[in-house]
């Protein structure tokens, strides 16, 4: 996966995050969500 908005929304449409740890339920990505949005004001240099 790429540090990007649009590679995370790619990877929530099509699960590949439930398929990848091989568990059924919805996982909560919310985690995941928020270090992408931080690692992007890191990268671009806001805060």
Do not use: W
Request: glycine share 6%; proline share 4%; with cysteine.
């Amino acid at each position: 996966m790429h540090p990007t908005a649009d590679c995370m929304e790619a990877a929530l449409r099509r699960r590949a995050f439930a398929r990848a740890l091989r568990v059924s339920e919805p996982l909560d990505t919310q985690t995941i969500e928020k270090r992408l949005n931080g690692y992007g004001n890191k990268v671009n240099g806001s805060r």
